[in-house]
Nanobody, 117 residues
Framework: QVQLVESGGGLVQAGGSLRLSCAASGSIFSMNAMGWYRQAPGKQRELVAITSGGSTNYADSVKGRFTISRDNAKAKPTVYLQMNSLKPEDTAIYYC??????????WGQGTQVTVSS
């Protein structure tokens, strides 16, 4: 089992910045993918950014504004999402995700990000 604990959400004005953190603990494989998804009211959950084996991928809507990074040196591997130039359409609940092995998929509890115009 893997536990993911997120932090860093909040309310920010358009153009502002936030940084989300997600610390993983439990039975974590050396090879895994960690990422961030988001779900806005009335919409499906969508991929925001993902990192695996040193590579990263972003949704087109956040490219150039968001940066995903991870720190495996910590006792609890941690993934970050630096969000700059935030827009009202970035408002959503952001979920941390860890995928490993054949089909192990874990989610954090979610953290609310609200961007006011």
């Amino acid at each position: 089992q893997v536990q993911l604990v997120e932090s860093g959400g909040g309310l920010v004005q358009a153009g502002g910045s936030l940084r989300l953190s997600c610390a993983a603990s439990g039975s974590i494989f050396s090879m895994n993918a960690m990422g961030w998804y988001r779900q806005a009211p009335g919409k499906q959950r969508e991929l925001v950014a993902i990192t695996s084996g040193g590579s990263t991928n972003y949704a087109d809507s956040v490219k150039g504004r968001f940066t995903i990074s991870r720190d495996n040196a910590k006792a609890k591997p941690t993934v970050y999402l630096q969000m700059n130039s935030l827009k009202p359409e970035d408002t959503a609940i952001y979920y941390c995700n860890l995928h490993q092995g054949w089909n192990e998929n874990y989610w954090g509890q979610g953290t609310q990000v609200t961007v006011s115009s």
